[in-house]
């Protein structure tokens, strides 16, 4: 059966305090030019995991109706500016198989989506390895893409150039989605949560838009989150330069999906009004940027499944919006479905 409501922004924020002590091991071993073990799993036992995930994120989905959210590791921890590949590819490993370790605890709540390994100046190798590592081994759905992973410095390859064609491709034929998602800024130009998520959002976009690369990759699919960034709410400048400029805005969309990570009603009604439901993926990234509740309605501002309510949307619409267009942007989650439920 699928589940109603399928929140397609979680991640993994309420871990137990022996991740951020690893992490923390980590960074200052290779400050200090120490070896450090970083193969070893960290010492977390499954009932810290229960613990940590009941009284959180678990308990805030039962209230508010959600049937499954997608998961990935803490997207501000990501850190891929930090270290080397070598770091990042260990951490990102350690994140992967406790989002692995949740989503066994917690089979029919929570559905895996990866971290990546990245790191300014590296090449894909190890990206792509570890993709295939938690798709093709360990069942994940999709995976979250840091298009800059400099911390905010933006100095890297854009979207479009070549450096990116190995994960394309291999999204592609492993027909799994890619959220952009930025990590920590390291630049105090940003503040990470308030302006550079937003800004990466919409430089994405833009990138995608200006250069038509995703053309070459048909079967790619990728989600812009947080309401897409700028893009809706400046929909006629975009949309006008598209016109001027000759770039292809429609077939960009047929590719390109937002969410509904948008945390107030005016907001949701304008998404909801220029952008096509087929393109819009409900999404809360509870317990995450906006934790706390508005003073006015004594609700919590991420509480985005309130505000899908009350536009003037047709149920069919809705309906598309809380789980048919996750269904058909991750075609895996509909197997990993099905066996669960053979299994129960």
């Avoid at 699928?2 to 992490?23: K, N």
């Avoid at 290779?30 to 010492?43: Q, R, T």
């Avoid at 850190?79 to 089979?107: K, M, Y």
């Avoid at 990245?118 to 759905?141: K, M, N």
């Amino acid at each position: 059966m699928v589940p109603l409501i399928i929140d397609c922004h979680g991640h993994y924020t309420t871990f137990p305090p022996a991740v951020g002590a690893w992490r923390q091991a980590q960074k200052s071993a290779f400050v200090d030019g120490l070896e450090f073990d970083a193969a070893s799993p960290i010492d977390i036992s499954d009932d810290e995991l229960r613990e940590s995930i009941e009284g959180a994120q678990l308990a805030l989905q039962r209230e508010r109706g959600i049937d499954l959210t997608i998961f990935s590791p803490r997207a501000s921890w990501m850190e891929h500016h930090v270290g080397d590949q070598a770091v990042s590819l260990a951490w990102t490993r350690q994140q992967n198989d406790l989002i692995r370790r949740i989503c066994d605890l917690f089979p029919t709540s929570f559905a895996p989506v990866a971290q990546l390994p990245q790191s300014p100046g590296a090449d894909l190798t190890a990206t792509v390895a570890e993709l295939r590592r938690c798709v093709e081994e360990l069942g994940f759905i999709g995976c979250n893409v840091n298009p800059d992973p400099s911390g905010g410095h933006f100095d890297g390859p854009p979207l479009w150039d070549p450096y990116w064609s190995p994960l394309w491709e291999t999204m592609q034929e492993l027909d799994v989605p890619g959220m952009i998602h930025v990590s920590g800024a390291d630049n105090d130009y940003f503040h990470t949560t308030g302006s550079y998520y937003l800004s990466a959002d919409t430089t994405a976009f833009m990138q995608a838009l200006s250069s038509g690369f995703m053309r070459d990759y048909p079967g790619l699919r990728l989600i812009i989150p947080h309401g897409g960034g700028a893009v809706p709410y400046h929909w006629g400048r975009f949309a006008g330069m598209a016109q001027d400029k000759g770039w292809d805005l429609e077939g960009l969309m047929e590719q390109v999906y937002f969410d509904t990570c948008v945390y107030h009603q005016p907001g949701i009604d304008l998404l909801v009004d220029v952008i096509a439901p087929e393109n819009i993926l409900f999404g809360t990234e509870m317990i995450g940027a906006v934790r706390g509740k508005d003073a006015r309605t004594d609700r919590y501002w991420d509480d985005t499944g309130y505000y899908i309510e009350h536009t003037d949307l047709p149920q069919a619409e809705k309906d598309l919006i809380y789980s048919g267009n996750a269904m058909r942007v991750f075609p895996r989650l509909a197997a990993l479905l099905e066996d669960r439920s053979r299994a129960s």
